[in-house]
């Protein structure tokens, strides 16, 4: 099938993408692993031994990211609907996060601990329907602070993955209402014509 310009214009910016580059010279599954990274230059998200849930996490690159700094003594828990390569001290579950059986199969590896630091890069499959797919990252996002209102640790933090639109700024309130400060951040590894965003809630407050 003859390829549609789009998707060669596509194939020649991804080659060309310092972030691609460096991603393959660094060992990395994706040029996400640079927003993170630039993420946890700014805020001082990530330290040494802490408990980590990264949502939507495959191919994988913010769990290696995350893995590296961490080390082998703190815990990461991954989980995306697609399947992920082993990565060492990365326990993954492969599920849909809207599913209560898959975010029951989470909560059960868990245990006992509690979280430092929720990461969530996840996103609906774009349908091109603009309506449909903010209503579904909105969606997402209420997840992934539901999640950390019950599993977190006072003072932990959320970072997570929105697009700018319908009810984004009402997820920003319900956020304000759970974590002392909430900012938003658009990662220069993050491609200028995606109105991807990302909400960093700071300090979890201590919940009734
Ligand atoms: C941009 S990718 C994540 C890239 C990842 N952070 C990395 O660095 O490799 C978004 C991921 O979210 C996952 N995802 C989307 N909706 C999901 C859902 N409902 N439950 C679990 N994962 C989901 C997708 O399968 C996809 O792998």
Redesign the pocket.
């Known amino acids: 099938m003859k390829r549609s310009r789009t998707s060669k214009s596509w194939m020649n910016e991804h080659v060309k993408d310092s972030y691609v580059k460096q991603a393959h010279s660094d060992g990395?599954?994706?040029r996400?692993?640079y927003?993170?990274i630039e993420a946890n230059k700014k805020f001082k998200l990530l330290t040494k031994n802490m408990v980590v849930v990264?949502?939507?996490?495959?191919?994988?690159?913010?769990?290696?990211?995350t893995v590296n700094i961490i080390g082998s003594q703190g815990k990461i828990f991954a989980?995306?609907?697609?399947e992920?390569e082993p990565i060492k001290n990365v326990n993954f579950v492969q599920?849909?996060?809207?599913?209560e059986n898959?975010l029951n199969h989470l909560e059960n590896k868990l245990g006992d601990l509690k979280v430092d630091l929720v990461?969530s890069?996840?996103?609906?499959?774009i349908s091109g329907i603009k309506t449909k797919d903010q209503a579904?990252i909105i969606h997402?996002n209420e997840?992934a602070l539901d999640f950390s209102r019950n599993w977190m640790k006072p003072n932990g933090n959320l970072l997570v993955?929105s697009f700018v639109g319908e009810q984004y700024e009402e997820f920003i309130e319900s956020a304000r209402k759970v974590f002392t400060k909430v900012v938003t951040f658009k990662p220069k590894a993050s491609r200028d014509r995606s109105s991807e965003i990302f909400i960093v809630g700071q300090k979890m407050k201590i919940m009734e």
């Open positions: 990395y599954r994706s996400a692993a927003k993170l990264d949502l939507g996490s495959s191919p994988g690159s913010w769990s290696q990211a989980l995306d609907i697609l992920m599920g849909d996060f809207r599913e898959v990461i890069d996840m996103a609906p499959n579904g997402l997840l993955k």
